[in-house]
Nanobody
Framework: VQLQASGGGLVQTGGSLRLSCVAS????????MGWFRQGPGKKRELVAG???????NYADSVKGRFTISRDNAKNTVYLQMNSLKPEDTNVYYC???????????????WGQGTLVTVSS
């Protein structure tokens, strides 16, 4: 099982970052994939999701600023983050989007995630 996220960093308000995540076949193939974040004391948020066919959806908080994409040949999902805000600061994780993604015990493995810090 592999979920290797990268691309995070420190950026100023209004800046951009591009996150990448390589997943193992068992997680990626023919499954919808998504980027998640969860702040301290907050519920898990599905930031953006994409089906194997390329249909996308976004949380209201990131619509118009973030773009999710995937390369099925490389088992990789991306998140282009533009117009970043301090409230976007978080650790970002990728994983398969399961119907019960919002439940705490829905996943056995998350990988290390990648930290995005947006300074004001």
């Amino acid at each position: 099982v592999q979920l290797q996220a990268s691309g995070g960093g420190l950026v100023q308000t209004g800046g951009s970052l591009r996150l990448s995540c390589v997943a193992s076949d068992s997680i990626f193939n023919n499954h919808p994939m998504g980027w998640f974040r969860q702040g301290p004391g907050k519920k898990r948020e599905l930031v953006a999701g994409i089906t194997s066919g390329g249909y996308t959806n976004y949380a209201d908080s990131v619509k118009g600023r973030f773009t999710i994409s995937r390369d099925n040949a490389k088992n990789t999902v991306y998140l282009q983050m533009n117009s970043l805000k301090p409230e976007d600061t978080n650790v970002y994780y990728c994983n398969e989007v399961r119907p019960s993604w919002y439940l705490e015990d829905s996943y056995d493995y998350w990988g290390q995630g990648t930290l995005v810090t947006v300074s004001s």
